[in-house]
């Protein structure tokens, strides 16, 4: 197996200055966890924000699904990011044309652009899309991840979808971060990679959802973040499962690494 850089010796590789210091909070805090926070109410996003905080490198969110979404949660949810030094992706998959998505990232009810550090879009449209969040986001200083795999059952992603997916990517250094992603997709250090459908027992759900266990995500594949959702957020004791799941990733990461 291939020795892996430390994630400090990657933020060396970043041409993003958010990748990089995405990277050395990874190092500082010693987590690669991801924090999916799929619940429907603001206070609830905030008490797993507060609660779980300590052990994450990012808080996921779904602002859509927040039923009672005001312009107060994303100040509130600031607040808790630096309290507990994680940063905040809105997982909206943008997908559309680069003057909608620019719209939709920075306009609207949710203003996107002011609140989350990470957006995430699909590269289907083409580079347009790129384009159009980066005159957004560039400025403020946020990062994109791009869509290469998902974790779905019967997905219509393809390896050389994939490939074209990093290909766009490498257009954009200073604005594309890394990809979502089930594995490694480059050999360049700078790209960080987060996986989604990960669970400490690898499985499924009902709607497709297809999970693999921390250490297939980071040793096999050779990803970078795990981001974890109802394996922590449905578990009794939620803090006690998000340390179990950060101690597995962290390990898992750093089975390969020099030091
Ligand atoms: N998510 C996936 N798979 C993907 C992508 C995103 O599960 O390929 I792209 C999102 C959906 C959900 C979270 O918000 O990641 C996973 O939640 P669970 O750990 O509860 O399955």
Not at 54 to 71: A, N, S
Not at 138 to 160: H, I, P, V, W
Request: charged share 25%.
């Amino acid at each position: 197996m291939q020795v892996r850089f430390s994630y400090a010796e990657r933020a060396a590789y970043c041409k993003n200055a958010l990748a990089k210091k995405l990277f050395l909070l990874m190092d500082g805090k010693k987590s690669n966890l991801a924090l999916s926070a799929d619940v429907t109410h603001c206070e609830d996003v905030l008490a797993l924000a507060d609660k779980i905080g300590p052990e994450i490198c990012i808080l996921k969110i779904h602002v859509d699904i927040l039923e009672d979404f005001d312009q107060t949660f994303p100040l509130e949810l600031r607040k808790l990011a630096d309290k507990h030094n994680f940063l905040i992706f809105e997982d909206r998959k943008f997908a559309d044309i680069g003057n909608t998505v620019k719209l939709q990232y920075e306009k609207g009810i949710y203003h996107i652009a002011d609140w989350a550090d990470i957006i995430n879009a699909h590269s289907l449209p083409g580079s347009g899309i790129v384009s159009g969040l980066m005159e957004v986001g560039l400025k403020k200083q946020r990062g994109l991840l791009l869509l290469a795999e998902m974790s779905s059952a019967n997905n219509l992603f393809t390896k050389d979808y994939a490939m074209q997916t990093l290909r766009m990517a490498e257009q954009f250094p200073e604005f594309v971060i890394g990809f979502i992603s089930q594995q490694k997709l480059s050999d360049d250090p700078g790209w960080i990679y987060m996986t989604p459908g990960v669970q400490l027992q690898a499985g499924t759900d009902v709607l497709g959802q297809q999970y693999v266990t921390p250490e297939i995500a980071l040793v096999k594949h050779q990803s970078d973040i795990i981001i974890v959702g109802r394996g922590i957020i449905k578990a009794e004791d939620t803090l006690a499962e998000a340390r179990k799941y950060r101690e597995a990733g962290w390990k898992a990461y750093n089975v390969n690494c020099a030091k």
